[in-house]
């Protein structure tokens, strides 16, 4: 029998749907950032929301990949004018995604699309921010790897610890952020016009989203990240085998 201590961490990635053509995607840096940090990448497609329990018993940590918008419901709102293609078969999936993985101590990473989630599954909800006076542009229209705007990570966050506090250049392609901030949730970054960039969970051990894609960034500290989130898979895992096994997991280690 396989040494369980000494297995990579199975890290679950939700994946985009093409209705059009039928097909489910994502782009491959999601992946290799996830690769590069020591774990290995599962794909995670929609299924039904009973799946996603007995599926995250096999894994490690959860990444909530980028895409398109939320259903507004799914945040007790009408949809604005701005809304663009929603998927709900897909926010349902990942909503009870979250619920299995915090009922678990499981980390989670939520990426643009997948930090708005986090803050609605967590009781948030969103705004649309394109256009209007002070706004600056938050849906770039150069390469991925660029970075567009800068954000202030908080002082005495999560996010400060893995990133450092202060200026940070990211990209940017998003025209909707959180606008009621869930209860479990914190703000751990913003942009210079007060968009909410990253959120965090102070009462679990690893629980970050952010508004940015590090996984196309091209600079040293975007992998900080993935590094982090498989550094707390394999803390759990020690601690899951450990002859104490039984701690509670989701407090801060
Ligand atoms: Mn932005």
């Known amino acids: 029998m396989a040494d369980l201590t000494l ?3 199975l890290v679950g990635i939700t994946v985009n749907r093409d209705y059009l053509r039928g097909r489910f995607w994502l782009p491959p840096s ?18 039904q929301s009973a799946a996603a329990a007995p599926l995250l018993d096999s894994l490690s940590a959860l990444l909530l990949s980028g895409g398109g918008d939320i259903a507004s419901f799914y945040y007790g709102e009408e949809p604005d004018p701005a809304l663009n293609q929603v998927d709900p078969e897909r926010d349902d999936w990942e909503i009870a995604l979250v619920r299995a993985a915090l009922s678990r101590g499981l ?5 643009c699309r997948g930090m708005q989630l986090l803050n609605v599954a967590l009781g948030g909800t969103l705004l649309n921010i394109s256009g209007g006076p002070g706004r600056l542009q938050h849906y770039q229209r150069s390469p991925r790897r660029y970075p567009l705007h800068t954000v202030e990570i908080l002082p005495r966050t ?3 610890s893995i990133l450092g506090e202060g200026r940070l250049a990211v990209n940017s392609f998003h025209h909707q952020a959180p606008a009621v901030v869930a ?6 970054a913003l942009s210079p016009d007060g968009v909410v960039e990253a ?19 091209q600079q040293p500290s975007a992998r900080l990240l993935f590094s ?3 550094g707390a898979a394999v803390k759990r895992g020690e ?11 989701s407090g801060p280690l």
Do not use: D, M, N
């Open 7 to 9: 297995r990579k961490p």
């Open 30 to 47: 999601y992946c290799a950032r996830i690769e590069e940090a020591g774990a290995l990448p599962l794909l995670l497609p929609p299924l």
């Open 107 to 111: 980390p989670i990473l939520g990426i």
């Open 158 to 160: 999560r996010l400060a």
């Open 183 to 188: 209860p479990l949730l914190r703000k751990a």
């Open 199 to 217: 959120l965090e969970s102070p009462a679990h051990h690893f629980l970050i989203g952010v508004q940015w894609h590090p996984e196309s960034l």
């Open 228 to 230: 982090a989130l498989v």
């Open 239 to 249: 601690l899951l085998t450990a002859p104490s096994a039984g701690v509670e997991l």
